[in-house]
């Protein structure tokens, strides 16, 4: 017994000793910690799917390259759903247990807004990937984003409806955070930008048929278009039965529904359907000389190639964020917190998916109106309207 | 009757033949087991689900569909096998966690062996919808609510005329006579899982071209069916289906003519009206208290 | 009679301990952040047992009464700048008034029923919650005023895990009061046979109607606590799955047993973090957990263990 016990310890002991030397050798080169919480399962799980993947793809990416001042990346990450409480929580193990460096994620406006007073209290650096402008404005000193506001989303549809000379607009939104906020934009704006507001409709959670709404928009006084602020199934239910009545008014639909999946959804029936995106859907449409191109083309070949599934303008979202920090971290030298927080804010002419972000001291989300596109669903395909 | 009417009523038999074919595989298992099956949308979600990845694998669409539908019929007999049988006995409470778990389970598995993205099937016969008096009515539509139509007489004709049918009748009047006549219970809770789940398959394939299909697709469609069951009076599949079409057309005039925003409370609020004042569902059998 | 009592003050201490010591076990606030959340969820479940353990009626709405509360405190600190406690009285006053409307024909029904009407007045609730925006902020939800207590503002994990821990304790001892008063014994024996109370001239339905109100009260005061605490609040915590929530962790923690609701509160609140390791498969690992839990301990693990240890002679 004894002898066994000696083998043992002595079989150890080199072992140990190995494991000492390797807690040495990683101190000197501590994998960057980046920690994300995502809406990967639940209602949003179109945004935080994509963002997951692309995540995953460019940390791989970016460690098979050598990773980030000669250390490798770690993404942590977290499936927070749509919940504010899981994500506070998943922010706390975040910052005090697992202690990542950063925080980029939060897929969504209600799970990023529900942290911010943590990441504001811990001092960390948070880039956000929740759609309203609410997350960065009025300013946060620790809080960024990356994805345009659904108020810049409305503003460039109503432009396009003016042009049009169409003014008497239907709003049907969904039940969602990101409907109501783009509806409550739809709103507001309506006023400033000289529209008028003629039917506002809703749709409850998982419907599967919005006629007798859509009805209501068609026979609306004076109606001229039909704007949709919602996103996922409900995307394409609205287009067949907007379809179905023979609705002749001009048909848009918010950034919400910018992914090939509407299209193949509606089954025809999306054709015509004008919506707001970021450059990344029609990246082979821009102009050579448009700086975005590359970066755009880019990202979509990679995770095309990796998924083996059409890009969404979400996944673009988190490449963002991710490329924005990482790019912070390299600029810092180190992963001081504040000092990582302070290069973000210094991002400037970074050519990501979403646009060319110019970050300020007033200004963390850095994006304006250009990088945002209208397209038009053509012949089964986006159609960049110039 | 203005068009205008006829189009919510389009509407509403359309969503309520949905939820009747949701509520009639609720009432199936009640029937046998006393057991509400929270999973009873996951079915749905299986046949919408696996017919549209097979066919996206290659596999021609009718073989597709009966592949999908036998999944659906398998997997309803493992959960009965594996999850309700196992738990015999259980309080009321018990079942319905266990069928929660069973219903999370599913979904779970669907984000794994699927995805999480939506997803559609063409048309059966083609988008250009029917008109009727100035209201229009997609062919997918009378698609559904022909599969109704079958699912009631065929059901009819089961629970009526076969030896099994009659059987699974007799069983939900009263469980220990029918064991005394010979009938193998244990058998009929099987069968009534699955048929419930042929018949989610069925009704989830049908609707994937009008509201897609997703993993999650079947949380709100369960939820709407157990209250068309509810409303009609559990255990008796005739009431679920009727319960359905008036869940299905109340929702669509509220939408139509009241407030769109409150449009999904209007089932719940029907079922509290009809349990505070016909406790067993309109056309239910009284749930009598054993001492 | 003199067993229970001995029982129930040594249960009662141990849970006193168990609360003391805990803290020398946590190191860092997301720690105390789940013992936190473990401490409001039992509030919620100790109240929740007393209806489906002792009154034997299921609620699958109880989240509706959580929620409520929560959004009460928040709206009417944050819009109307009442004081903190106000707020939290008078969200409970809410609660009680509608949960006592509510009571009287929602009990009249039985099994299946029961939990249909009980679900559907929680489902109607979640939606208001979500649909009046400019009131509750919809699903993206609103930020929460700090809690204060007579011009005090408690600040940080630590000292909210004491206020927690202290409600807990009181709502242990309410709650064990309640199981021994003559309503308690009222209660089992309508657990036991609601007919055969009946006969014996109890007035089933009022006690039924007593012990509806007080779970509700409960959930809404363990809700206030919630708003302030996490600082956010979002209409999830009012919908079917929180309120399914609930009822998992009365019943995996043992029907019928107070200190079995704290414990089952305890173990779904940290399941999520552990089951977190399982990324894809999370949900499925949630789904067969519930069943497996469900159908080997039918009566939850604070019985069955007990079970096993009286069996083993030790």
């Given at each position: 017994?004894?002898?066994?016990?000696?083998?043992?310890?002595k079989r150890?002991i080199?072992?140990?000793?190995?494991?000492?030397?390797?807690?040495?050798?990683a101190?000197?080169?501590?994998?960057i910690?980046?920690?994300t919480?995502?809406?990967v399962?639940?209602?949003?799980?179109?945004?935080?799917d994509?963002?997951l993947?692309?995540l995953q793809?460019?940390?791989?990416?970016?460690?098979?390259d050598?990773?980030?001042?000669?250390?490798?990346?770690?993404l942590v990450?977290?499936?927070?759903q749509?919940?504010?409480?899981?994500?506070?929580t998943f922010?706390k193990?975040?910052?005090n247990?697992?202690k990542?460096?950063?925080?980029i994620?939060g897929?969504?406006?209600g799970?990023?807004m529900?942290?911010i007073k943590?990441?504001?209290?811990?001092e960390?650096?948070?880039?956000?990937?929740?759609?309203a402008g609410?997350?960065?404005?009025?300013?946060k000193?620790?809080?960024f984003?990356?994805p345009?506001?659904?108020?810049?989303a409305?503003?460039?549809i109503?432009?396009?409806?003016?042009?049009?000379?169409?003014?008497?607009?239907g709003?049907?939104?969904g039940?969602?955070?990101?409907d109501k906020?783009?509806?409550?934009n739809a709103?507001?704006l309506?006023?400033?930008?000289?529209?008028?507001?003629?039917?506002?409709?809703?749709?409850g959670?998982g419907?599967?048929?919005?006629?007798?709404?859509l009805?209501?928009?068609?026979n609306?006084?004076?109606i001229q278009a039909?704007?949709?602020?919602g996103f996922?199934?409900?995307?394409?239910i609205?287009a067949?039965n907007?379809?179905?009545?023979?609705m002749?008014?001009?048909?848009?639909?918010?950034?919400g529904s910018?992914?090939a999946?509407?299209?193949?959804?509606?089954?025809g029936?999306a054709e015509g359907?004008?919506?707001?995106?970021?450059?990344?859907?029609?990246?082979?449409?821009?102009?050579?000389s448009n700086?975005?191109k590359a970066a755009?083309?880019?990202y979509?070949?990679?995770?095309m190639?990796k998924?083996n599934e059409?890009?969404?303008?979400f996944?673009?979202?988190?490449?963002?964020?991710?490329?924005i920090?990482?790019?912070?971290i390299k600029r810092?030298?180190?992963?001081?917190?504040?000092?990582v927080?302070?290069?973000?804010e210094?991002?400037s002419?970074f050519i990501g998916?979403d646009g060319?972000?110019?970050?300020?001291?007033?200004?963390?989300?850095?994006l304006?109106?250009?990088s945002?596109?209208?397209?038009e669903v053509?012949?089964g395909?986006?159609k960049?309207?110039? | 009757?203005?068009?205008?009417?006829?189009?919510f009523?389009?509407?509403?038999?359309?969503?309520?033949?949905?939820y009747a074919?949701?509520?009639?595989?609720f009432s199936?298992i009640?029937?046998s087991?006393?057991?509400?099956?929270?999973?009873?949308?996951?079915?749905?979600?299986i046949?919408?689900?696996?017919?549209v990845?097979?066919?996206?694998?290659g596999?021609?669409?009718p073989?597709?569909?009966i592949?999908a539908v036998?999944?659906?019929?398998?997997?309803?007999?493992?959960?009965?096998?594996?999850a309700?049988?196992?738990?015999k006995?259980?309080?009321?409470v018990n079942?319905i966690?266990?069928t929660?778990?069973?219903?999370?389970f599913?979904?779970?598995?669907?984000?794994?062996?699927?995805?999480?993205?939506?997803h559609?099937?063409?048309a059966?016969s083609?988008?250009?919808?029917?008109?009727?008096?100035g209201a229009?009515?997609?062919?997918?539509?009378?698609?559904?609510?022909?599969?109704?139509?079958?699912a009631?007489?065929?059901?009819?004709?089961?629970?009526n005329r076969t030896?099994?049918?009659?059987a699974m009748l007799a069983?939900?009047?009263?469980k220990?006579?029918?064991?005394?006549?010979g009938?193998?219970?244990?058998r009929i809770?099987q069968l009534?899982?699955m048929i419930?789940a042929?018949?989610?398959?069925?009704?989830?394939?049908?609707?994937?071209?009008?509201?897609l299909t997703y993993?999650?697709v079947?949380?709100?469609?369960?939820?709407?069916g157990?209250?068309?069951?509810?409303v009609?009076?559990?255990?008796?599949?005739?009431?679920?289906?009727a319960?359905?079409l008036?869940v299905g057309?109340?929702?669509?005039?509220?939408?139509?003519y009241?407030?769109?925003?409150y449009?999904?409370?209007?089932?719940?609020i029907?079922i509290?009206l009809?349990?505070?004042f016909?406790?067993?569902?309109?056309f239910?059998r009284k749930?009598?208290d054993?001492? | 009679?003199?067993?229970?009592?001995?029982?129930?003050r040594?249960?009662?201490?141990?849970?006193?301990?168990s609360?003391?010591?805990l803290p020398?076990?946590?190191?860092?606030s997301?720690?105390?952040d789940?013992a936190?959340?473990?401490?409001?969820?039992?509030?919620?479940?100790?109240?929740?047992?007393?209806l489906?353990g002792?009154?034997?009626?299921v609620?699958?709405?109880?989240a509706?009464?959580?929620a409520l509360?929560?959004?009460?405190s928040?709206?009417?600190t944050d819009s109307?700048?009442?004081?903190?406690i106000?707020?939290?009285l008078?969200?409970?006053l809410?609660v009680g008034?509608l949960s006592f409307?509510?009571a009287?024909?929602i009990?009249?029904l039985?099994?299946?029923?029961?939990?249909?009407?009980t679900?559907?007045?929680?489902?109607?609730?979640?939606i208001?919650l979500?649909?009046?925006?400019?009131?509750?902020?919809?699903?993206?939800?609103?930020p929460?005023?700090?809690?204060?207590?007579?011009?005090w503002?408690?600040?940080?994990?630590?000292?909210w895990?004491w206020?927690v821990?202290i409600?807990?304790?009181?709502?242990v001892v309410?709650?064990l009061n309640?199981?021994?008063?003559?309503?308690?014994?009222?209660?089992?024996?309508?657990?036991?046979?609601e007919?055969?109370?009946?006969?014996?001239g109890?007035d089933?339905?009022?006690?039924?109607v007593?012990?509806?109100v007080?779970?509700?009260?409960?959930?809404?005061?363990?809700?206030?606590?919630f708003a302030?605490y996490?600082?956010?609040l979002?209409?999830t915590?009012?919908?079917?799955f929180?309120?399914?929530?609930?009822?998992?962790m009365?019943v995996?923690g043992?029907?019928?047993?107070?200190?079995?609701?704290v414990?089952?509160a305890?173990?779904?609140t940290?399941?999520?973090?552990?089951?977190?390791?399982?990324?894809?498969y999370?949900?499925?690992?949630?789904?067969?957990v519930l069943?497996?839990i469900?159908?080997?301990?039918?009566k939850?693990?604070v019985?069955?263990i007990?079970?096993w240890?009286?069996r083993?002679p030790s």
């Amino acid at each position: 017994m004894t002898t066994l016990f000696a083998k043992n310890i002595k079989r150890l002991i080199p072992v140990i000793a190995a494991l000492g030397m390797t807690a040495g050798v990683a101190g000197a080169a501590e994998p960057i910690k980046i920690g994300t919480f995502l809406a990967v399962t639940g209602p949003a799980s179109f945004l935080g799917d994509p963002e997951l993947k692309t995540l995953q793809l460019y940390v791989d990416k970016i460690n098979s390259d050598g990773g980030v001042l000669g250390r490798k990346l770690e993404l942590v990450h977290y499936d927070a759903q749509h919940k504010a409480k899981s994500a506070i929580t998943f922010v706390k193990r975040l910052i005090n247990q697992d202690k990542v460096d950063i925080i980029i994620g939060g897929s969504t406006t209600g799970t990023t807004m529900a942290v911010i007073k943590l990441v504001e209290r811990a001092e960390i650096p948070f880039i956000s990937f929740g759609g309203a402008g609410v997350i960065t404005d009025p300013l946060k000193k620790w809080v960024f984003k990356t994805p345009h506001t659904d108020k810049l989303a409305v503003q460039k549809i109503y432009s396009d409806m003016k042009k049009r000379g169409l003014t008497k607009v239907g709003v049907i939104s969904g039940a969602g955070g990101f409907d109501k906020s783009c509806r409550k934009n739809a709103q507001t704006l309506a006023g400033t930008m000289g529209m008028t507001i003629v039917a506002d409709e809703s749709y409850g959670k998982g419907d599967t048929d919005v006629t007798p709404q859509l009805t209501k928009i068609k026979n609306a006084k004076g109606i001229q278009a039909m704007l949709f602020c919602g996103f996922g199934a409900s995307s394409s239910i609205v287009a067949k039965n907007f379809k179905q009545l023979g609705m002749k008014i001009a048909h848009y639909h918010s950034h919400g529904s910018a992914s090939a999946k509407f299209i193949k959804g509606s089954d025809g029936a999306a054709e015509g359907v004008r919506l707001p995106a970021a450059a990344l859907l029609v990246a082979e449409q821009l102009d050579d000389s448009n700086p975005q191109k590359a970066a755009t083309m880019a990202y979509r070949k990679a995770y095309m190639a990796k998924y083996n599934e059409p890009i969404s303008t979400f996944g673009g979202h988190a490449y963002d964020g991710l490329m924005i920090a990482v790019n912070a971290i390299k600029r810092a030298g180190s992963t001081d917190k504040a000092k990582v927080r302070d290069e973000i804010e210094k991002t400037s002419n970074f050519i990501g998916v979403d646009g060319i972000f110019t970050m300020s001291a007033t200004d963390h989300l850095g994006l304006d109106e250009k990088s945002f596109v209208m397209v038009e669903v053509k012949n089964g395909t986006w159609k960049l309207l110039k | 009757m203005s068009a205008q009417f006829l189009q919510f009523l389009f509407s509403g038999i359309t969503v309520g033949a949905i939820y009747a074919l949701v509520g009639v595989g609720f009432s199936v298992i009640y029937n046998s087991s006393n057991v509400i099956n929270f999973a009873q949308g996951e079915f749905v979600m299986i046949g919408g689900m696996a017919t549209v990845f097979l066919s996206a694998a290659g596999v021609p669409l009718p073989l597709a569909i009966i592949l999908a539908v036998l999944a659906a019929v398998i997997i309803g007999y493992l959960v009965e096998k594996l999850a309700i049988e196992p738990a015999k006995g259980s309080s009321v409470v018990n079942l319905i966690i266990i069928t929660i778990g069973v219903s999370i389970f599913l979904r779970g598995l669907a984000q794994v062996v699927f995805d999480r993205n939506f997803h559609s099937l063409k048309a059966f016969s083609g988008t250009e919808p029917i008109q009727i008096a100035g209201a229009s009515i997609t062919t997918q539509s009378l698609w559904v609510i022909g599969g109704l139509v079958i699912a009631t007489l065929v059901l009819g004709w089961f629970f009526n005329r076969t030896l099994t049918g009659k059987a699974m009748l007799a069983t939900s009047y009263n469980k220990d006579a029918a064991k005394l006549v010979g009938i193998n219970t244990g058998r009929i809770l099987q069968l009534s899982f699955m048929i419930a789940a042929f018949l989610g398959a069925v009704s989830g394939i049908l609707i994937a071209p009008i509201a897609l299909t997703y993993a999650n697709v079947g949380v709100m469609l369960g939820l709407k069916g157990f209250c068309a069951a509810m409303v009609g009076g559990l255990g008796n599949p005739m009431a679920a289906i009727a319960g359905g079409l008036l869940v299905g057309v109340a929702e669509a005039l509220t939408a139509g003519y009241l407030s769109s925003a409150y449009k999904d409370a209007v089932a719940f609020i029907i079922i509290l009206l009809v349990l505070f004042f016909m406790p067993s569902g309109l056309f239910g059998r009284k749930e009598v208290d054993k001492v | 009679m003199n067993n229970f009592l001995q029982a129930r003050r040594a249960g009662l201490l141990m849970l006193a301990l168990s609360m003391a010591v805990l803290p020398l076990l946590m190191v860092n606030s997301f720690h105390y952040d789940i013992a936190i959340m473990i401490g409001i969820n039992a509030i919620v479940c100790v109240g929740l047992n007393l209806l489906i353990g002792y009154a034997g009626q299921v609620s699958l709405g109880h989240a509706g009464f959580f929620a409520l509360g929560a959004y009460a405190s928040t709206i009417l600190t944050d819009s109307y700048g009442w004081p903190s406690i106000v707020a939290m009285l008078a969200g409970a006053l809410l609660v009680g008034v509608l949960s006592f409307i509510v009571a009287r024909p929602i009990l009249r029904l039985k099994g299946h029923y029961l939990a249909m009407g009980t679900l559907g007045m929680g489902i109607i609730i979640s939606i208001i919650l979500n649909q009046e925006v400019d009131l509750t902020g919809g699903p993206d939800g609103m930020p929460v005023p700090s809690f204060v207590i007579f011009g005090w503002e408690p600040y940080g994990n630590q000292v909210w895990y004491w206020i927690v821990a202290i409600a807990l304790f009181i709502s242990v001892v309410v709650a064990l009061n309640i199981v021994e008063s003559p309503i308690g014994r009222a209660l089992r024996s309508l657990h036991g046979s609601e007919l055969a109370a009946g006969t014996m001239g109890v007035d089933t339905l009022r006690f039924k109607v007593l012990i509806f109100v007080v779970s509700a009260v409960m959930a809404s005061l363990a809700g206030s606590l919630f708003a302030h605490y996490s600082g956010f609040l979002t209409p999830t915590e009012g919908d079917f799955f929180r309120s399914i929530e609930f009822v998992t962790m009365v019943v995996l923690g043992g029907m019928a047993s107070t200190f079995g609701a704290v414990i089952g509160a305890a173990i779904l609140t940290i399941l999520p973090q552990i089951l977190a390791a399982f990324h894809d498969y999370e949900m499925m690992m949630h789904g067969l957990v519930l069943m497996g839990i469900m159908i080997f301990m039918r009566k939850g693990l604070v019985p069955t263990i007990s079970g096993w240890l009286r069996r083993k002679p030790s």
